[in-house]
Nanobody
Framework: QVQLVESGGGLVQAGGSLRLSCVGS????????VSWYRQAPEKQREVVAS???????TYADSVKGRFTISRDNAKNTVYLQMNSLKSEDTAVYYC????????WGPGTQVTVSS
């Protein structure tokens, strides 16, 4: 089966950094646009960053200048480098392919303390 697995979340103080990883099977990451999403309790899931197969990137205004999405095709991995973290970044983070949404797994929890 084809899947995406997120990792790298954790507890960090405001102003700190984390790097999330999204590892795909079957070369999913290199072929498709991949997006990072997040969902806080009682909030709607939102997209925070996307990267196309050609390398184009987009960011939500709330994370622009702080987060960087990138990919390593050799590792079948998309990364989300998160700097200058704020308490409002606290959420479960997921990756997915927006055109062909796959089942949502457990994601990876990011908790920013202040």
């Amino acid at each position: 089966q084809v899947q995406l697995v997120e990792s790298g979340g954790g507890l960090v103080q405001a102003g700190g950094s984390l790097r999330l990883s999204c590892v795909g099977s079957g070369r999913i990451v290199s072929i498709n646009t991949v997006s990072w999403y997040r969902q806080a309790p009682e909030k709607q899931r939102e997209v925070v960053a996307s990267i196309t197969s050609g390398g184009g990137t987009t960011y939500a205004d709330s994370v622009k200048g702080r987060f960087t999405i990138s990919r390593d095709n050799a590792k079948n991995t998309v990364y989300l480098q998160m700097n200058s973290l704020k308490s409002e970044d606290t959420a479960v983070y997921y990756c997915n392919t927006p055109r062909y949404i796959r089942s949502w797994g457990p994601g990876t929890q990011v908790t920013v303390s202040s």
